[in-house]
């Protein structure tokens, strides 16, 4: 079955970074755009970035130039690199792939467990 399995995820202070991992397996990875996403309880969901099987690459406006998102094909893996973390970055961060549409922009049919960052001022 499809899987999806996010870490590295902790406390950082404001103006750190984080990377975190997306592990996936159950699908034919590198056919597949892979899309990062964030929750914050009471809010909506917000999309962060994704990325295309080709590589191609799309970021939230108000992200991009701070987060990066890349992939391993070879070892199945999506990373976010995330730079001058701001409090407001606090969130539960959920990859997660679009069986449908295969570039980016992708929804969300299946996701991860996601992992907690959370930022302090």
């Known amino acids: 079955e499809v899987q999806l399995v996010e870490s590295g995820g902790g406390l950082v202070q404001a103006g750190g970074s984080l990377r975190l991992s997306c592990a996936a397996s159950g699908f034919r990875f590198e056919d597949y755009a892979i899309v990062w996403f964030r929750q914050v309880p009471w809010k909506a969901r917000e999309g962060v970035a994704c990325?295309?099987?080709?590589?191609?690459?799309v970021y939230a406006d108000s992200l991009k130039g701070r987060f990066t998102v890349s992939r391993d094909n070879a070892k199945n893996t999506t990373y976010l690199q995330m730079t001058g973390l701001r409090p407001e970055d606090t969130a539960v961060y959920h990859c997660a792939v679009d069986v449908v549409r295969r570039r980016c922009p992708v929804g969300y049919d299946y996701w991860g467990q996601g992992t907690q960052v959370t930022v302090s001022s």
């Open positions: 990325i295309s099987a080709d590589g191609g690459t």
